[in-house]
């Protein structure tokens, strides 16, 4: 018992994981996703590290370590199964939580509001997604977020060699898992509010040497490496990726306005938390709420000046969001008794949304699924929020109410989308027809339906194709009599129509890329 008192946290926040993780096998893979896999099976397949591939061509538009990661993860785990390749990533969600409590200690929460604010960081939406929909995000803002808790340490203490070498090498891992994105967008953005907030950073020139040296070397060796092996590769992939900001997904300046939406079931919370220091005493005086404001203010306008814009690059902004939501939320456990319920509106409201979406969302699964413990436990939990609108109690009780809320629907969500395409094609179809064959495409594919191949596929033109037997991947819609117009010296042994959607047309999540043909061609 004195264990579970000690290190309750950690364990309420383990379960949370763990419960997301038996949903993470139902959530199909990505284009994303598919890069980073596909690249890390390449590598444990062709033992090529230190210079990644994708379907046999470089891969030097990401730095290599979350790849590195996931392929470690297959390696020791010795399966394929998609969860050992999510592994990695949802180890650095557990991070993000981790650093999040023991931010919140720093800034003065005590350890009940801390657990409660790592409970909000793991359970924002986006923080979630953002493994499914762009891996390499959250590992680098995962070390960024690891980095600036002991620099925060070393500026309300004191700096010293070993924090200074631990601060540099985890802004290194930072950079070696997406470049310096999450210096602009998450350290840039902290030293300017501390700044701000207290006027000074107190860092010796010989601190800021060592944490810039150990820094640079660690997160540009493989740069340099690459450099050194591949210097035309990484030149012209560098300088498209580097267009791409300027000339690429074009959005205007205010695209990030609408940032707290991300934060999924802490919506109306985030916002108001963001807004009360400014407009209530009792908030303002807390400098520390006033740095997570600014926090997230800088980082969105920083987000907002570069004209490329995506939605999954809001993504580190919710975690200063998750913690300036805690000052509001243990604003409101402390004073909700003294105001009038007019004034506690935002929070009424959040619960309101929150009851609707927990009745709404199992009814559904259950008119379509029948019963289950998930959807029972989900209902009830959205109507027990009436009585604590009743009683008006919002107290730490209620928020991890609204954590368990949250991991009932996690498993309910992904259910309602999971294979319901009837027409899905297993690879059990045809994976031993096309085992010792080549794979060729008359078009580019992209990564997830290399992925779902689970082969590399050339892409060359058939006339220059030498093999007596080999497979061709194709949009076209060949037949026996009109192959032999384009070819004549090729007969069509086999042809399977592939689709490996894993949702259908009427859910709005068809996907043409995934759609296609594949035949096994023979010449004369």
């Given at each position: 018992?004195?264990?579970?008192?000690?290190?309750?946290?950690?364990?309420?926040?383990?379960?949370?994981?763990?419960?997301?993780?038996?949903?993470?096998?139902?959530?199909?893979?990505?284009?994303?996703?598919?890069?980073?896999?596909?690249?890390?099976?390449?590598?444990?397949?062709?033992?090529?590290?230190?210079?990644?591939?994708?379907?046999?061509?470089?891969?030097?538009?990401?730095?290599?370590?979350?790849?590195?990661?996931?392929?470690?993860?297959?390696?020791?785990?010795?399966?394929?199964?998609?969860?050992?390749?999510?592994?990695?990533?949802?180890?650095?969600?557990?991070?993000?939580?981790?650093?999040?409590?023991?931010?919140?200690?720093?800034?003065?929460?005590?350890?009940?509001?801390?657990?409660?604010?790592?409970?909000?960081?793991?359970?924002?939406?986006?923080?979630?997604?953002?493994?499914?929909?762009?891996?390499?995000?959250?590992?680098?803002?995962?070390?960024?977020?690891?980095?600036?808790?002991?620099?925060?340490?070393?500026?309300?203490?004191?700096?010293?060699?070993?924090?200074?070498?631990?601060?540099?090498?985890?802004?290194?891992?930072?950079?070696?898992?997406?470049?310096?994105?999450?210096?602009?967008?998450?350290?840039?953005?902290?030293?300017?509010?501390?700044?701000?907030?207290?006027?000074?950073?107190?860092?010796?020139?010989?601190?800021?040497?060592?944490?810039?040296?150990?820094?640079?070397?660690?997160?540009?060796?493989?740069?340099?490496?690459?450099y050194i092996q591949d210097y035309q590769t990484l030149l012209d992939?560098?300088?498209?990726?580097?267009?791409?900001?300027?000339?690429?997904?074009?959005?205007?300046?205010?695209?990030?306005?609408?940032?707290?939406?991300?934060?999924?079931?802490?919506?109306?919370?985030?916002?108001?938390?963001?807004?009360?220091?400014?407009?209530?005493?009792?908030?303002?005086?807390?400098?520390?709420?006033?740095?997570?404001?600014?926090?997230?203010?800088?980082?969105?306008?920083?987000?907002?000046?570069?004209?490329?814009?995506?939605?999954?690059?809001?993504?580190?902004?919710?975690?200063?969001?998750?913690?300036?939501?805690?000052?509001?939320?243990?604003?409101?456990?402390?004073?909700?008794?003294?105001?009038?319920?007019?004034?506690?509106?935002?929070?009424?409201?959040?619960?309101?949304?929150?009851?609707?979406?927990?009745?709404?969302?199992?009814?559904?699964?259950?008119?379509?699924?029948?019963?289950?413990?998930?959807?029972?436990?989900?209902?009830?939990?959205?109507?027990s929020f009436i009585y604590n609108f009743y009683k008006r109690e919002?107290?730490?009780?209620?928020?991890?109410?609204?954590?368990?809320?949250?991991?009932?629907?996690?498993?309910?969500?992904?259910?309602?989308?999971?294979?319901?395409?009837?027409?899905?094609?297993?690879?059990?179809?045809?994976?031993?027809?096309?085992?010792?064959?080549?794979?060729?495409?008359?078009?580019?594919?992209?990564?997830?339906?290399?992925?779902?191949?689970?082969?590399?596929?050339?892409?060359?033109?058939?006339?220059?194709?030498?093999?007596?037997?080999?497979?061709?991947?194709?949009?076209?819609?060949?037949?026996?009599?009109?192959?032999?117009?384009?070819?004549?010296?090729?007969?069509?042994?086999?042809?399977?129509?592939?689709?490996?959607?894993?949702?259908?047309?009427?859910n709005n999540r068809y996907r043409d890329r995934l759609a296609t043909?594949?035949?096994?061609?023979?010449?004369?």
């Open positions: 018992m004195s264990f579970l008192k000690k290190y309750y946290f950690l364990i309420i926040i383990l379960i949370l994981l763990i419960y997301s993780i038996s949903t993470f096998n139902l959530i199909e893979v990505g284009i994303m996703e598919a890069r980073n896999f596909q690249t890390a099976q390449e590598m444990v397949e062709d033992n090529n590290w230190l210079l990644p591939t994708l379907n046999g061509e470089p891969r030097y538009q990401k730095p290599p370590l979350p790849t590195w990661l996931t392929a470690l993860s297959v390696l020791l785990f010795n399966s394929k199964s998609i969860i050992f390749y999510r592994i990695p990533a949802i180890l650095l969600l557990f991070i993000i939580g981790i650093t999040s409590y023991f931010f919140s200690l720093k800034i003065k929460f005590n350890k009940n509001e801390s657990l409660i604010n790592g409970l909000i960081t793991v359970s924002s939406i986006y923080i979630i997604a953002i493994i499914f929909e762009a891996p390499w995000d959250i590992f680098a803002h995962g070390f960024m977020f690891l980095a600036i808790y002991f620099l925060f340490s070393s500026l309300e203490n004191k700096f010293n060699l070993k924090q200074n070498i631990l601060i540099g090498l985890l802004i290194g891992l930072s950079i070696m898992s997406k470049g310096p994105i999450s210096i602009y967008v998450l350290l840039i953005p902290f030293l300017l509010s501390y700044l701000l907030v207290y006027k000074k950073i107190n860092v010796s020139i010989s601190d800021l040497i060592q944490i810039l040296f150990v820094s640079i070397i660690s997160g540009s060796l493989w740069y340099v490496y690459v992939t560098t300088s498209q990726e580097t267009k791409n900001w300027f000339n690429y997904n074009l959005k205007p300046f205010y695209y990030y306005w609408d940032f707290f939406i991300n934060s999924g079931i802490w919506l109306i919370p985030a916002i108001t938390s963001l807004i009360l220091p400014f407009i209530n005493s009792k908030i303002s005086i807390n400098k520390n709420h006033l740095l997570t404001c600014y926090w997230v203010i800088i980082s969105v306008i920083l987000l907002s000046l570069i004209p490329e814009k995506k939605t999954r690059y809001i993504m580190p902004v919710l975690i200063p969001l998750a913690l300036n939501t805690g000052f509001y939320i243990n604003y409101i456990i402390k004073y909700s008794k003294q105001k009038s319920i007019s004034s506690l509106w935002p929070i009424y409201l959040n619960f309101i949304l929150i009851s609707i979406a927990g009745i709404i969302i199992p009814a559904i699964y259950i008119y379509n699924y029948g019963f289950s413990f998930f959807s029972t436990i989900t209902i009830i939990i959205a109507l919002f107290d730490k009780v209620v928020y991890l109410k609204i954590i368990l809320f949250f991991t009932m629907i996690n498993f309910i969500l992904p259910q309602m989308y999971s294979n319901t395409n009837t027409n899905y094609t297993s690879t059990d179809l045809f994976h031993q027809d096309i085992k010792e064959l080549k794979l060729y495409s008359d078009y580019k594919i992209t990564a997830d339906l290399i992925w779902n191949l689970n082969k590399k596929v050339r892409k060359l033109e058939l006339s220059k194709i030498n093999d007596s037997i080999f497979v061709l991947i194709s949009n076209k819609n060949f037949d026996a009599k009109n192959i032999n117009i384009i070819e004549n010296k090729l007969l069509i042994k086999k042809k399977i129509k592939l689709n490996f959607n894993t949702t259908t047309e009427e043909n594949l035949y096994i061609l023979l010449k004369k």
